[in-house]
């Protein structure tokens, strides 16, 4: 097992990170900007080092940085978090060839997984359904317009290097095809560095299904079931639960099957994510995360498996500490993401946060760096907290989370906290009835 890991990421998921290595027996090297230099992460690590200049491309994206700060500490291990240098196939390969360990998969599966269009050929080949779509990169706009011929619309352009919902345009028709063809190009240059894009069907009113994957270097690999996504802005997730209520037992084998063969199909490493858009009672994988998401807790809730300590002993070589068949879902779990931005417009809040105050009780877990008098900064993102509820059934869970929402307490600044309770406590949600076009009843 590591003796120190280097965590290359700030905000709650260094924090939770820092815990697990802490129960593990591990020290911990925080990495920060000179904008975090009083963060939560920084104060709890066993030791710090500052690597640049507030803006990310200056500091936790600057891969020499942060090579530099494991080498110097004499970290044996990085890891990457979710964001910045997660999913960088570039920064993997500069760990091995530092004799560094990376906590995630190898480099090359990074890079198959991480160029969607290749992933999509990968997964096409290994028999997982996918969306009807382009083979490979769209060139240019006279490809992308026989294309439209071909499939009929409407069609999503999509960056073939990223994801987030950046790079993304919905074209109903040809002439709006032409036109938000170059846009999403620009998008994909501006936030990945290649304007590469490929296209798909696009599906109106779709569920958003991920399957939590994990899988060791002995050759074992599990899922620990799915999370429901759908609750959406611009592609951006807002609220996350499992198990998912969409999905009969046969369904949820047959999901379950295809991710394990999408990540056997790359002899996947470590922890990972299969998403799958659900319609008519089909499934079609969409693409494959190389990391661990956002919203692992929800996963964690309702099997009782720390995935980053699981994600930190496979990296050391050990095989994962238990089968598919020792795997058991019991209850049921919701994630809120409050974040640091207007209820209506969605426009950022950063600031000072003047009070804080989280929720608890049974069932209740919050997974956050804020405190009272700590800054939400302008240069990351907007997240203030995690709010995570569990219960033995989906109404408890949906109440534990009413609950907390109102007694939640940050001031100084806007948040989403409005809108979270909107959503707990609709009708339509309470029922299960979700999709991604969820919010669009309310913001068109």
């Known amino acids: 097992m590591f003796k120190k890991i280097l965590i290359a990421n700030r905000g709650e998921i260094a924090l939770r990170i820092i815990w697990a290595c802490r129960e593990l027996g591990i020290k911990t090297v925080a990495v920060h900007s000179e904008a975090d230099k009083d963060s939560l992460h920084v104060k709890f690590a066993d030791e710090d080092v500052c690597i640049g200049p507030a803006r990310s491309r200056e500091s936790y994206l600057n891969i020499g940085a942060v090579i530099a700060a494991a080498e110097i500490t004499d970290a044996e291990a990085i890891h990457p978090g979710y964001g910045f240098l997660a999913e960088s196939a570039a920064f993997a390969e500069v760990c091995k060839a530092c004799k560094i360990t990376f906590i995630g998969p190898k480099p090359h599966v ?7 269009a ?6 096409k080949k290994a028999g997982v359904p996918i969306l009807p779509g382009s083979d490979g990169i769209v060139p240019d706009e006279e490809t992308a317009r026989t294309l439209g011929r071909e499939f009929g619309y409407p069609l999503i352009v999509k960056a073939a290097a990223g994801g987030g919902g950046r790079g993304m345009r919905i074209a109903s028709d040809e002439e709006e095809l032409i036109r938000v063809f170059p846009v999403a190009r620009e998008e994909a240059r501006a936030s990945f560095g290649v304007p590469d894009v490929y296209m798909e069907k696009y599906l109106h009113d779709p569920r958003h299904i991920e399957f939590q994957i994990l899988g060791d270097s002995q050759g074992s690999i599990v899922h620990l079931g799915e999370r429901e996504c759908s609750i959406q802005r611009k592609h951006q997730k807002l609220v996350e639960e499992s198990p998912s209520t969409a999905l009969t037992p046969k369904m ?14 790359v002899n996947y490493e470590n922890a990972g994510t299969v998403e799958f858009l659900v319609q008519d009672g089909q499934f079609y994988f969409i693409e494959m995360n190389t990391r661990i998401q956002v919203e692992h807790p929800v996963t964690e ?3 009782g498996i720390d995935l980053i300590k699981e994600q930190i ?3 050391a070589g050990l095989p994962l500490s ?4 020792q795997i058991i879902f019991r209850g049921h779990s919701i994630e809120c993401r409050v974040n640091a931005e207007d209820p209506v417009s969605f426009t950022p809040s950063p600031g000072l946060i003047t009070s804080y105050h989280p929720p608890g009780g049974p069932g209740v877990r919050v997974d956050t760096a804020v405190h009272s008098d700590c800054r ?3 240069y990351y993102d907007s997240m203030v907290a995690k709010l995570i509820t569990y219960g033995n059934n989906r109404e408890e ?22 809108l979270l309770l909107r959503i707990v406590n609709d009708a339509d949600f309470q029922k299960g009835n979700i999709s991604t076009s969820f919010l669009k009843r309310w913001y068109p």
């Open 376 to 378: 939400i900064s302008p």
């Open 252 to 265: 949820r084998q047959k999901m379950a099957d295809s991710a394990i063969t999408v990540a056997r199909a």
């Open 322 to 325: 238990f089968t598919q068949d």
């Open 301 to 303: 809730m309702v099997t």
């Open 118 to 123: 290749k992933a999509r050929e990968t997964v």
């Open 313 to 315: 002993r496979v990296a």
């Open 110 to 116: 990074i890079s198959v997984m991480g160029e969607k």
């Open 397 to 418: 869970a949906i109440s534990r989370m009413r609950r907390s929402l109102e007694v939640m307490v940050v001031e100084g600044i806007k948040t989403t906290i409005p």
